[in-house]
């Protein structure tokens, strides 16, 4: 995804540079860096008309799940940190506290076009379930996944 993405973007107007981050986990991450004197909304819009164009070679899976276009600044504005006084709470505790309760309120702040949480990651919680208990609750689940290469977990 990232080569065609990267062929529609060179020579968009009043572009400085740009770069790429390719993630393990799937995600691709496209930084267009634009001159300071231009108006970041048309950026922006030039931007995601170029991104429109290479969409038609993405996979189809990309395409389902569709590609984000944002403006925003690309150092940190702001930081805020968050302890534990007593080592009550631990790494993972308090970046979760961060997702749940901080990193939807300030994405709302006039401004403010991502916010990033640094240290131990988002908390996930693996779960086992029985299908056919689901079925009889009339629930059900995908019974593939993509690491399992469509086995029944």
């Known amino acids: 995804m990232a080569t065609p993405l990267e062929q529609q973007m060179?020579?968009?107007?009043?572009?400085?540079?740009?770069?790429?981050l390719n993630q393990n986990n799937g995600l691709?991450?496209?930084?267009?860096?634009?001159?300071?004197?231009?108006?970041s909304n048309t950026d922006q819009m030039l931007t995601h008309l170029r991104e429109a164009q290479a969409e038609r070679q993405f996979p189809p899976d990309v395409r389902n799940l569709g590609?984000?276009?944002q403006k925003s600044l690309s150092t940190p504005f702001l930081l805020f940190a968050l302890y534990s006084p007593n080592k009550t709470y631990d790494a993972t505790f308090l970046a979760n506290y961060a997702y749940?309760?901080?990193?939807?309120q300030l994405t709302r702040v006039r401004g403010v076009a991502n916010v990033t949480v640094f240290g131990a990651g988002q908390y996930a919680i693996r779960c086992w379930v029985h299908p056919d208990k689901l079925a009889k609750l009339n629930i059900t689940v995908p019974r593939s996944c993509r690491r399992c290469k469509n086995r029944t977990p």
């Open 100 to 104: 749940i309760h901080l990193v939807d």
């Open 10 to 20: 060179s020579g968009v107007d009043n572009m400085n540079y740009m770069y790429s």
């Open 67 to 69: 590609v984000t276009v």
């Open 28 to 39: 691709m991450r496209l930084v267009v860096n634009f001159d300071i004197n231009t108006d």
